[in-house]
C-alpha cells in the first residue's frame, strides 16, 4: 500500500523529506571488531545504517532534509520520491529528475544519484520545492538501475572514539572502507538515460543532437 501524499500548511511533503519528530540523536560511535558500530547496538554483517524513528507527519517537515530508510525503500522499490507510488516504465524507462549538468562529459549516462525516481505528476512539483537545486533540475528516462552505492560519513579508528575523514561521499558494494562508513543513503548508477521533456516526457533536442 503506497504512503499517502501528506501536505504541511497546504503545501506537499514529499514522501523522502523527514519530520521533526523522526530525528533521533547520533549515537556513540565505536571501533568493534575492525569496524564502526554504535554503542550498545550489536553490529550485524552489512552496511551500518544511520539510525531514524518511522514518525512520518509528526512534526513539522524539513523540505531540505532526507529520512534514510524511506530514500532507500524508493530507491529499492522504484517508488516515486515525492508520492510514494511506483514509478511506470515506459519503452525509454523509468522517470528520473537530476540535477542539470548539460555540458559535462556524458551526462547523464552513468550519472550517480542519491534521488529516488519521481513520477511525470510529481516531477514539477518537486522541480520547485526541492531544496538546493530549486527549479535547476533535469527530466530524464532511466532504461537500467544499478543501486550500488552507499552514501555516508566514512570514519577512521581513533582515540576515545572513530574520527570522521572529510565530506560524506559514495562507496559501492565491495569497497573495504564500507566497514568504517555510517551510511545515510542508497546511491544509484543510471544507465540508459534519455532527457526528455519534463512536461511531455517526449525526447528532447539535447538528447537528440548527442552522438
Same mark, same amino acid.
Given at each position: 500500500?503506497?504512503?499517502?501524499?501528506?501536505?504541511?500548511? +497546504?503545501?506537499?511533503? &514529499?514522501?523522502?523529506?523527514?519530520?521533526?519528530? *523522526?530525528?533521533?540523536?547520533?549515537?556513540?560511535?565505536?571501533?568493534?571488531?575492525?569496524?564502526?558500530?554504535?554503542?550498545?547496538?550489536?553490529?550485524?554483517?552489512?552496511?551500518?545504517?544511520?539510525?531514524?524513528?518511522?514518525?512520518?507527519?509528526?512534526?513539522? &517537515?524539513?523540505?531540505?532534509?532526507?529520512?534514510?530508510?524511506?530514500?532507500?525503500?524508493?530507491?529499492?522499490?522504484?517508488?516515486?520520491?515525492?508520492?510514494?507510488?511506483?514509478?511506470?516504465?515506459?519503452?525509454?524507462?523509468?522517470?528520473?529528475?537530476? *540535477?542539470?549538468?548539460?555540458?559535462?562529459? #556524458?551526462?547523464? *549516462?552513468?550519472?550517480?544519484?542519491?534521488?529516488? &525516481?519521481?513520477?511525470? *505528476?510529481?516531477?514539477?512539483?518537486?522541480?520547485?520545492?526541492? #531544496?538546493?537545486?530549486?527549479?535547476?533540475?533535469?527530466?530524464?528516462?532511466? +532504461?537500467?538501475?544499478?543501486?550500488?552505492?552507499?552514501?555516508?560519513?566514512?570514519?577512521?579508528?581513533?582515540?576515545?572514539?572513530?574520527?570522521?575523514?572529510?565530506?560524506?561521499?559514495?562507496?559501492?558494494? +565491495?569497497?573495504?572502507?564500507?566497514?568504517?562508513?555510517?551510511? +545515510?543513503?542508497?546511491?544509484?548508477?543510471?544507465?540508459?538515460?534519455?532527457?526528455?521533456?519534463?512536461?511531455?516526457?517526449?525526447?528532447?533536442?539535447?538528447?537528440?543532437?548527442?552522438?
Amino acid at each position: 500500500m503506497p504512503p499517502t501524499l501528506l501536505k504541511h500548511k +497546504g503545501r506537499p511533503v &514529499p514522501c523522502i523529506a523527514p519530520w521533526s519528530n *523522526e530525528y533521533v540523536p547520533l549515537p556513540r560511535l565505536m571501533a568493534v571488531a575492525g569496524m564502526l558500530a554504535i554503542k550498545g547496538q550489536r553490529r550485524a554483517a552489512g552496511t551500518l545504517w544511520r539510525p531514524w524513528l518511522e514518525k512520518r507527519g509528526a512534526g513539522e &517537515p524539513d523540505y531540505g532534509g532526507v529520512h534514510g530508510p524511506r530514500q532507500r525503500d524508493c530507491m529499492l522499490r522504484l517508488l516515486c520520491q515525492v508520492c510514494g507510488v511506483p514509478v511506470a516504465r515506459t519503452e525509454l524507462g523509468r522517470p528520473w529528475l537530476l *540535477e542539470a549538468h548539460h555540458g559535462a562529459a #556524458r551526462w547523464p *549516462e552513468r550519472e550517480v544519484t542519491t534521488h529516488p &525516481p519521481t513520477c511525470e *505528476e510529481c516531477q514539477p512539483v518537486a522541480n520547485i520545492q526541492c #531544496r538546493p537545486n530549486r527549479g535547476r533540475f533535469a527530466s530524464v528516462r532511466v +532504461g537500467r538501475v544499478l543501486a550500488d552505492g552507499v552514501y555516508g560519513q566514512l570514519f577512521r579508528p581513533g582515540t576515545p572514539r572513530p574520527v570522521p575523514i572529510g565530506r560524506q561521499q559514495t562507496l559501492y558494494a +565491495g569497497d573495504p572502507q564500507l566497514r568504517w562508513m555510517l551510511a +545515510g543513503q542508497m546511491a544509484a548508477t543510471l544507465l540508459d538515460v534519455t532527457v526528455v521533456d519534463m512536461h511531455t516526457q517526449k525526447p528532447t533536442a539535447l538528447c537528440a543532437a548527442a552522438p
